[in-house]
């Protein structure tokens, strides 16, 4: 057994609705819905309501207690799934050990997860477990590796929905796959069991096209104007504060400030969600040095100035969205 770099999670979960299912799995990246997604269609085949799942996690339970449940031996032959979370826990070297040399010559009964929240082959042990297992990549996914899933998602549950409506939702609500199911859900539930298209969902009562404030980070993040511009006149129709644009936009270039300097990132709220966090370095190519600290006293000037000026919000911050889209500093 070893990690195949070129599965995809739906090919996996396609194999295992097929029987063919692996003693080990390695599931890195903490998305929180794709566990539980995964760990739902792994039970409903192997288990077959007939086995156990039992759950353990390192920072409570000790190891002797995980490879106590990995050596019980059912006089039965009782399927079970024992699911592993917090697993760089594990600390000592003998137990690391022991964790290897199990999955090597794994009990023919059991299905072991193992969970972490990183995605992290830099580190031995989770890359020594990885090789040694089916390795899946659970986090939460950039907007292309999206679609693939939330479209595999709905049609396992029979929602009729476009690759157009699909995007949609991902684009308004794309800050975890769980908010984007549940929004495709909701939808489908007042169409009465009809195709989600972007015609039908406009004349759904109270759907309106509104955005997040993380939204508008990326799409300054990576100098998309004319969607930058959108995003703010939506925020601002919606009633977003503008000290609370403002103060997400500080957030977003200090972080990508204190990247660019080569500064660790304070520990605690940043004021940008996993998604941003994970799109810094890319982010951060568009920039140099002076720009961003440009940006950052255009952006405590606006602060200023909305409070002493009878000009909209949107008036006031349009420009500084074209100079930072336009790189244009005059």
Request: glycine share 4%; proline share 3%.
């Amino acid at each position: 057994m070893g990690r195949n770099k070129n599965a995809s999670v739906g090919q996996i979960i396609r194999r295992i609705h097929s029987r063919e299912i692996a003693p080990v799995y390695a599931l890195y990246g903490g998305d929180p819905f794709l566990e539980d997604y995964f760990i739902s269609e792994l039970s409903q085949t192997f288990l077959e309501s007939n086995g156990e799942k039992t759950h353990l996690s390192l920072d409570q339970d000790s190891e002797e207690k995980l490879f106590g449940e990995l050596s019980a031996i059912s006089m039965f032959e009782e399927k079970r799934i024992i699911i592993v979370r917090e697993i760089k826990k594990l600390r000592s070297k003998h137990g690391r050990q022991e964790l290897i040399q199990y999955i090597q010559f794994p009990n023919p009964t059991i299905v072991l997860l193992i969970i972490s929240d990183e995605y992290d082959l830099r580190n031995s042990f989770l890359d020594n477990i990885a090789k040694h297992s089916v390795l899946l990549d659970l986090r939460t996914p950039f907007k292309e590796k999206m679609q693939e899933w939330v479209r595999y998602i709905v049609k396992s549950r029979n929602i009729k929905i476009t690759d157009e409506a699909i995007a949609h939702y991902i684009r308004i609500y794309g800050d975890s796959t769980a908010h984007v199911i549940n929004e495709i859900e909701k939808t489908y539930l007042m169409l009465g069991d009809e195709e989600i298209n972007e015609e039908n969902m406009e004349h759904i009562e109270g759907f309106d096209r509104i955005f997040q404030l993380w939204h508008l980070q990326d799409s300054l993040g990576k100098k998309e104007l004319h969607t930058s511009l959108e995003i703010t006149r939506s925020l601002l129709g919606n009633g977003m504060p503008f000290p609370r644009i403002l103060v997400s936009l500080v957030y977003l270039y200090q972080q990508m400030l204190w990247k660019k300097m080569g500064q660790q990132k304070p520990v605690g709220y940043t004021g940008i969600n996993k998604i941003i966090t994970s799109n810094i370095t890319s982010y951060d190519q568009s920039y140099s040095h002076s720009e961003l600290v440009r940006v950052l006293q255009e952006l405590r000037k606006l602060d200023i100035l909305c409070k002493s000026t009878s000009l909209s919000d949107e008036s006031l911050i349009q420009p500084l969205i074209i100079k930072i889209c336009q790189s244009q500093y005059v």
